[in-house]
Each structure stands twice: as structure tokens, then as C-alpha cells.
């Protein structure tokens, strides 16, 4: 647990010394800040955080790999990996430490958003549930987003490479399979629809808490984590 | 204190390591000394757990790196190749984070920080960004990394590569310092610098252990090897048969050039008939203008056994393929 929080505390280091973090932050919140203005504040209609909460779990498909494609393709690269992994500490806590250096960053990054839900508040009744719900939702969506960019930082020692694996993984169970899942019906609809990462989030952003979302996002999580631990075990062989 | 019985380890078809066994007692210093690609690294990194071997087996520090790997970790030293560093970080908070997944509390991590700043003379530069350090000082650097929880065991891949001379001879010193303390295990690829340092020698070349020994008792083999040298004036034919009577004479062979004639003697082993070939040649009224003994160099000796290995497994692969 100590070796945890102590790479956890070097990869938040990392993060925040890192160019390509800051760059990636400010990128995301004018994003937000832009889907806050033309989605949210629209003209002659209610006001809501719902929009808002939808762009941003699109827009960190393609924020989150940028910020995890750092974690091991670069210390493949560096070579200190050598030095981490002879140390005692073990794969999983290597894997699980650099999981939560990103996250506390995204955790961060998303505190910073909380400022439109400021401006609401200030101009009208806010549904505090669904404020709450929703940056739950966000959150268990960032750790399924940054284990999967993890995952796929493990599979190589390009940066890029790890960034666009993870681009695509997050697409694929998002954008394509909300795409597929209109031209399917039967049970691949059924299937395609449990893999769906919006559809699951879809009931956060509604206010809603439902606890086979909640174990869909940890389930995850873990097994991205659990991917990324044996890819990590395997290259030692090679 | 490292114990390695039949270690192989495959990468694909190719055999990086090829069923090696050694033993290195507690407070030894031990230099691994082979060309590059001799199978050093992999070696180091499978005692070290970095990489896990495809058979045979090998412990450190009286644990299997295999089933015992953390309790290995905890006692060895690593010091890899060319010494990787996370360049985002000060050398001190690098050493703080290494000293923290090594298990050390805050007390126990200033007063180690404290102690391979000394050994490692990191002073001047020990709170400025790894990324502007010279290789020589990330070197250091990496070192005293391996230093800090005070291991049982170093194992140093190549630890003066990229440093100049001074700091090459600093560093030496530093590790015969530590070996003082601690059972040392280092690779090179540069003969003087296992020379300078270690008290025993393992030379690999291709997978195989080809050698092993102190460096004096190399040079008891390559005696064997030696040979003399005498340049004398007479009738070739005369000189030559009356040499090889000599007692201790091996063979011998001939050039002459202007009436002189340089033979090269190989003498029989463990003699040295170079008082008998002085007292031939004077009886018979000859001259000699040189007479020495030739002993091949470590260097030499080096150089040919591992051109020898590289030929056998040429001749290997050409037998498997046909």
C-alpha cells in the first residue's frame, strides 16, 4: 500500500510537470467552457448540466489517452522500467500507482468544470441531485477511461501509439458501438447496448443512480487495470 | 552469496544465455567480463528478477529470484546499463522516491540520502534536475540508488561506461570501497577495468562461460601460452638443430634475414630454456642479440578465447543447417 502511494505520488508529479498534461487540461476546458455556452446557456430554453456532463464524456475520449499515454510507454522507452520493476514492488502495484497519479489529475481537471455548475447555481434552482449524480458518473467514467489508456500505454513504447490505441479502444466501445447498435437488432442490440459506455453514463447525467452502472464502470475499471498488470507480467519474458 | 546452476535463457530461437553455472561467495568481488552480446546483461537481469529464465536456475543472497523475488529485490543493488533515471525529478527527490518503494521510513530515507551523498560524492548537484546532469553524474547517481537501502549484493551492469578517466578511476576506487562491505558482482566489456577492480573473473562469450578465475591465475594459463624469442647469428641449419636439441624446446620456428635468424620457440610447459639456449650459443661461438620470454597478455588471451567460441558456434549452426 505504501509502495502504491508512493508511485502514485510520482505520477502526479509527472503529470503536473508534464507539458502535454497542461496542454491537454486547457484544451478540455475551453472545450467545456464552449459546450457550456452553446449547449447548456441556450436561448429560451431551461438551462441544463445534462449537455454539459454528455460533451465532456465524448470529448475525454479523446483528452484521457493523451494523458495515460505517458505512464509505461515512456518508462518502456526510458529504460526505467528496468529500475522500477527490480525494485520491490509488484506489477499490480505498479499498474494500480500509475492508474491513480492520472486519475487525481482528471479528479482535478474536473474540479475545475465545477465552475459552470457555479454559474447556474448563481442564476437559478440547480437539481443538486443531478449535479452530484452526474460528477459521479464522471468520475467512475474517468477511471474507466484512464485504465483502458493505461492498458494501452503498457502495449508499447511509443507514446503516440499508446494514445491512439487508447483513442481507439474508448471509440469503439462508445462512438461505434452507439453507432452499431442502431443498424443491429436482436441480441447483438442487447449485447453492443451493455458494452456502451455513454449508455451507462446516460443515466448518470439523468440524475439517475443505477447500481448495474456503477458495477459496469468498477467491473471495468478492473479489468483494464488487470489487462494492463498481465501485459506488464508478459513483456518481462521477452 | 549468487548461486547460478544451468541458467539458459532463450529470446525466441537464439540463446542469449546458454547453460551457465557459477558460484560467488559472500564478500567477494566478482567482474563478468565478455565482448557485447555475450549474454551479460541478460544474465544480471535475471538475477536481478527483471527477467525470469527459461531453465536452470538461480538464487541471490540465499533466495530463488524466481519464487523469492521480492526477498531478492530487498538485497540487491542494481545498478543497469547506462543507469536510467526518471529525468523529470531532482536527484533527491528521485533517491526519496526510491528510497519510499524500497520501504524505508522518512527518518530512515534522509539518513540513507545522507549516506550516498558521501559515498557517491553527489554534493555538489544533488538538488538539481536529473535531466541536466552529465552522464557521469547520473552514473553516480544510479549508484548511489543501488546504494540506498544498503544491499548485501551489487550488481553493476557496465559502471563506467561513458565516464571519463578521472571519474573512471574515482569509480573504481569507490567500488573497491564498497566491496569492503558488500559481495560485488560487475560487467564490463573492457578487460582493465575488471582487472583493476575485482579479485576473481568470469569471462562469457557467446551464452557460455569460457573462463573463470583471479586474474593471476588466467595468467597461469596463458603461460602455458608464452614464448621465447632469440634472435641469433650462425650457420641456419647448425642453429636450428642444435636449438631444438635444447632440453625444455617444444618446437621452434625460423626467419632469417641477412644471417640472422629470429625464432620464435615454443617451450615445453612450465620450463624456461632460456639459460640452456644462452650457454648453446655461446659454446658455439655464435651471437645472440636478443633472448626474451613473451607473455601473452590478458588482452590477448581475451581476444582469442572469445574469436574461439564465436568460431565453434559458427561451425555449430553450419552443422545444424546442413
Known amino acids: 500500500m505504501r509502495n502504491v502511494a508512493a508511485l502514485t505520488q510520482r505520477e502526479l508529479a509527472a503529470s503536473f510537470l508534464s507539458p502535454v498534461a497542461y496542454i491537454v487540461a486547457a484544451v478540455f476546458l475551453i472545450a467545456t467552457g464552449y459546450l457550456f455556452m452553446t449547449h447548456t446557456l441556450v436561448e429560451g430554453e431551461e438551462a441544463a448540466i445534462r449537455p454539459l456532463l454528455d460533451g465532456m464524456a465524448w470529448l475525454l475520449v479523446f483528452a484521457l489517452p493523451l494523458l495515460t499515454m505517458r505512464v509505461l510507454a515512456e518508462e518502456y522507452a526510458s529504460g526505467t522500467i528496468e529500475a522500477l520493476m527490480t525494485a520491490p514492488v509488484t506489477d499490480v502495484e505498479v499498474v494500480v500507482g500509475k492508474f491513480l ?22 442564476y437559478g434552482a440547480l437539481d443538486s441531485r443531478v449535479v452530484l449524480y452526474g460528477y459521479f458518473g464522471m468520475i467512475l467514467l474517468g477511471a474507466l477511461y484512464v485504465a483502458v489508456g493505461v492498458f494501452a500505454s503498457s502495449l508499447t513504447r511509443h507514446q503516440l501509439i499508446a494514445a491512439i490505441i487508447g483513442m481507439g479502444l474508448l471509440s469503439l466501445f462508445t462512438l461505434v458501438v452507439d453507432a452499431f447498435a442502431g443498424w443491429q437488432g436482436g441480441t447483438w442490440r442487447v449485447v453492443l447496448g451493455y458494452v456502451n459506455i ?41 | ?3 547460478v546452476q544451468n541458467l539458459t535463457k532463450m529470446f525466441g530461437e537464439r540463446r542469449a544465455v546458454d547453460g551457465i553455472s557459477f558460484t560467488i561467495e559472500a564478500g567477494e568481488i566478482v567482474g563478468f567480463l565478455g565482448p557485447n552480446g555475450a549474454g551479460k546483461t541478460t544474465t544480471l537481469r535475471v538475477l536481478t528478477c527483471y527477467t525470469p529464465a527459461t531453465s536452470g536456475s538461480a538464487s541471490v543472497a540465499g533466495h530463488d529470484v524466481f519464487r523469492e523475488s521480492m526477498a531478492v529485490r530487498r538485497k540487491v543493488g542494481y545498478l543497469p546499463e547506462s543507469a536510467p533515471l526518471d529525468t523529470h525529478m531532482r536527484a533527491r527527490e528521485y533517491l526519496n522516491f526510491r528510497g519510499k518503494i524500497r520501504g524505508l521510513d522518512r527518518a530512515g530515507r534522509e539518513a540513507a540520502i545522507k549516506r550516498v551523498v558521501d559515498l557517491c560524492w553527489l554534493g555538489d548537484f544533488i538538488d538539481r534536475p536529473i535531466h541536466q546532469l552529465s552522464k557521469g553524474m547520473k552514473q553516480r547517481v544510479g549508484l548511489a540508488d543501488a546504494l540506498l ?38 560487467s564490463s566489456h573492457i578487460l582493465p577495468e575488471i582487472e583493476a577492480t575485482c579479485e576473481r573473473t568470469i569471462i562469457i562469450a557467446g551464452g557460455r562461460i569460457v573462463a573463470s578465475g583471479s586474474p593471476a591465475e588466467l595468467k597461469e594459463r596463458i603461460r602455458g601460452g608464452s614464448r621465447l624469442i632469440a634472435e641469433v647469428h650462425g650457420p641456419e641449419g647448425e642453429v636450428k638443430k642444435a636449438l631444438s ?17 629470429r625464432l620464435t620457440i615454443e617451450p615445453q ?18 651471437s645472440l642479440r636478443e633472448l626474451r620470454l613473451e607473455v601473452g597478455s590478458l588482452e590477448e588471451f581475451f581476444v582469442q578465447i572469445t574469436a574461439q567460441q564465436a568460431q565453434q558456434r559458427m561451425g555449430e549452426k553450419r552443422e545444424a543447417r546442413s
Open chain 1, 101 to 122: 497519479g492520472v486519475l487525481v489529475f482528471y479528479v482535478a481537471l474536473l474540479a475545475a468544470t465545477v465552475v459552470h455548475v457555479a454559474v447556474l447555481a448563481a
Open chain 1, 198 to 238: 455513454l449508455r451507462h453514463f446516460g443515466d448518470f447525467s439523468k440524475g439517475i443512480v443505477d447500481t448495474k452502472s456503477i458495477v459496469f464502470f468498477l467491473s471495468g475499471t478492473a479489468f483494464f487495470l488487470f489487462l494492463a498488470t498481465k501485459v506488464l507480467e508478459s513483456r518481462r519474458w521477452r
Open chain 2, 149 to 186: 537501502h544498503d544491499p548485501k549484493v551489487l550488481i553493476l551492469d557496465e559502471p563506467t561506461i561513458g565516464l571519463d578517466p578521472t571519474q573512471i578511476r574515482e569509480t573504481r576506487n569507490l567500488i573497491r570501497e564498497l566491496a569492503k562491505r558488500h559481495t560485488v558482482f560487475m
Open chain 2, 245 to 261: 636439441a635444447v632440453e625444455g624446446v617444444e618446437a621452434l620456428q625460423c626467419e632469417s634475414e641477412n644471417g640472422w635468424h
Open chain 2, 1 to 3: 552469496m549468487i548461486r
Open chain 2, 269 to 286: 610447459k612450465g620450463r624456461d630454456p632460456r639459460e640452456a639456449i644462452y650457454k648453446v650459443v655461446k659454446d658455439k661461438g655464435w
